[in-house]
């Protein structure tokens, strides 16, 4: 079974309602044609819904960029799976660094999130990277596999099915920075035996894992062409569909 390149576009705190759709129906029209390759956007949860509405129809899927992992009650500010789905959402993003770093999220929260989206056929998209520091200690393959082992505690691999991984290095998100095709290639193959050490080489096989940090319409093609990455996570480079089509079309 071979895996289809997903590019995802993940928008962060950027846009109004108003200029998520214009930004999503620019780039709707501009995918038209694209085939053999899965585009997917992550608005704010405000946008989601309009964005959602706006593109119906078309190529592009969406996804949330977070959510909270009970199923509704008094949590103040928070957003259920079963909301986002209901949203028009087929993927969320979990246990991004930037959640990582500033919203105190831990391995234990994204497991939970998980489930939480699994439960709901929510596909998550699992965020793990190293920092720099740990990159320079060498703690890189140590730091993945606790992220990994622990953010998919308590799972089969007929549940993690929909899993998608996203290999971010912390270093390399927003920083112009991007890991060489090295160090991308290595991490992805480790990421692959990991998965099939821990769960099937079935599902080793059948996980796409897309690599995040300054991915750009210059550097896409490389990156893509690295066996085992299957895909992106664009930040930054998203934002313009203009300039994210062109990493849409990296080959
Ligand atoms: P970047 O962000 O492309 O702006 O580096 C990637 C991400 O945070 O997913």
């Known amino acids: 079974m071979s895996r289809t390149p997903l590019i995802a576009g993940n928008w962060k705190m950027y846009k109004t309602g108003p200029e998520a759709v214009e930004t999503a129906l620019t780039l ?40 909270y992992f009970e199923k509704q009650g008094a949590f103040t500010g928070e ?63 140590s730091v993945l596999d606790k992220q990994v082992s622990d953010g998919l505690k308590g799972f089969g691999p007929d549940e993690l099915a929909q899993l998608v991984l996203a290999y971010e290095p912390v270093w390399a998100i927003g920083t112009g920075k991007t890991a060489s095709v090295d160090q991308v290639g290595q991490v992805h193959q480790y990421l692959r035996s990991l998965l ?5 080489s079935n599902l080793a096989h059948t996980t796409r894992i897309l690599y995040g940090g300054s991915v750009k319409p210059e550097n896409a093609k490389d990156l893509m062409s690295i066996k085992d990455v299957d895909g992106a996570l664009v930040g930054g480079a998203s934002l313009d569909a203009n300039n994210f089509i062109k990493i849409i079309k990296y080959k």
């Open 79 to 141: 957003v259920s799976a079963a909301m986002i789905k209901a949203a028009g959402a087929e993927y969320v993003i979990i246990g991004h660094s930037e959640r990582r770093l500033y919203f105190e999220e831990t391995d234990t929260s994204v497991c939970r999130k998980i489930k939480s989206a699994i439960e709901e056929g929510l596909k998550p998209i699992l965020c793990i990277g190293e920092s720099e520091t740990q990159r320079d200690e060498e703690k890189t393959f």
């Open 196 to 200: 099939e050490n821990l769960f099937s």
């Open 28 to 67: 709707s029209r501009l995918c038209s044609k694209i085939q053999d390759v899965e585009v997917m956007i992550a608005p704010t949860f405000l946008s989601l819904p309009l964005v959602a509405a706006s593109i119906e129809g078309t190529r592009i899927k969406i996804g949330a960029q977070n959510l």
